[in-house]
């Protein structure tokens, strides 16, 4: 019963910006911990941001602070992340992800739940 659904990607031009959806069912985000990860083609799965569960501390990327923001909607049990001065390094699938447990983490295999993935192109 467990999923998470991500939406919101799309082709943005350099600078411009982008709000992905998680949405989840089966279960209730705001008790866990969710991360937004990316991935290139060829390329590992990279911590993008986290929002942890009840209490909400956040974490980015030290590359994306200033640019990205994760947030919570409770009542739609989801969790988004705004993209703003995209670049084109920023080119890649984004997938949300829950944990099991309230703590954030950056890594890719202390996540139990992953959506589909969205894709998300910055042109120049």
């Known amino acids: 019963q467990v999923q998470l659904v991500e939406s919101g990607g799309g082709l943005v031009q350099f600078g411009g910006s982008l709000r992905l959806s998680c949405a989840g069912s089966?279960?209730?985000?705001?008790?866990?911990?969710v991360g937004w990860f990316r991935q290139a083609p060829g390329k590992e799965r990279e911590g993008v941001a986290c929002?942890?569960?009840?209490?909400?501390?956040?974490y980015y990327a030290d590359s994306l602070k200033g640019r990205f923001t994760i947030s919570r909607d409770n009542a739609k049990n989801t969790v988004n992340l705004q993209m703003n001065s995209l670049k084109p390094e920023d080119t890649a699938v984004y997938y949300c992800?829950?944990?099991?447990?309230?703590?954030?983490?950056?890594?890719?295999?202390?996540?139990?739940?992953w959506g589909q993935g969205t894709q998300v192109t910055v042109s120049s």
């Open positions: 992800a829950a944990r099991t447990y309230r703590g954030c983490s950056g890594y890719v295999g202390e996540y139990a739940y």
């Open positions: 089966g279960f209730t985000l705001d008790y866990y911990a």
């Open positions: 929002i942890s569960g009840n209490d909400a501390k956040i």
